[in-house]
């Protein structure tokens, strides 16, 4: 990574003059920025793989489903075990491709029946929660509306930057 000096340096040196017919890094971040804190810290975490995002998501999104009366902690359980969900998405058994090679044969992965999508069990949520089954099955239900929450705000962004891109 160069230094900060050779880094300012270059950009005091480059232009910043927009082309209608070139679309450039300094657009898209441009456009990225518009998006709501929440989001652009998601697409942060997964798609830039920043680490650094992930904590002040996660408590945007436990302030955004705390509820009168519960305690801050098991809200965060939640919205810790719904994010780390959204992130890990790709079906492990396929690589997210939705196919797997079995001898010289393309066939549909069937972890995933063809989605790509990886799909956690109650099991698997109860020790990431460290809670009992029984706890995490009354849970299901917010889980999937947490789910859906990102999924949306994922969309949001995407149509956010793109409308701002000026590409629709």
């Given at each position: 990574m160069p230094n900060l000096r050779e880094s300012v340096a270059a950009a005091l040196n480059s232009s910043l003059d927009s082309d209608e017919m070139h679309e450039r890094p300094i657009d898209r971040l441009g456009a990225f920025s518009k998006s709501k804190r929440l989001g652009t810290l998601?697409?942060?975490v997964k798609y830039d793989n920043d680490a650094k995002s992930y904590k002040p998501a996660l408590l945007l999104l436990t302030r955004f489903f705390l509820r009168r009366g519960e305690g801050r902690k098991f809200v965060e359980t939640i919205c810790?075990?719904?994010l780390d969900e959204w992130l890990m998405d790709k079906c492990k058994h396929c690589g997210?491709?939705?196919?797997?090679?079995?001898?010289?044969?393309?066939i549909t992965c069937t972890s995933c029946n063809g989605t790509s999508i990886q799909r956690f069990t109650d099991r698997?949520?109860?020790?990431?929660?460290?809670?009992?089954?029984e706890q995490v099955e009354k849970l299901n239900k917010r889980l999937g509306l947490i789910h859906d929450f990102l999924g949306d705000i994922d969309r949001k962004v995407n149509v956010k930057t793109n409308i701002e891109l000026e590409r629709i």
């Open positions: 998601l697409w942060r810790k075990c719904a997210g491709s939705g196919q797997v090679l079995h001898g010289q044969v393309l698997q949520r109860a020790k990431a929660m460290h809670m009992k089954i």
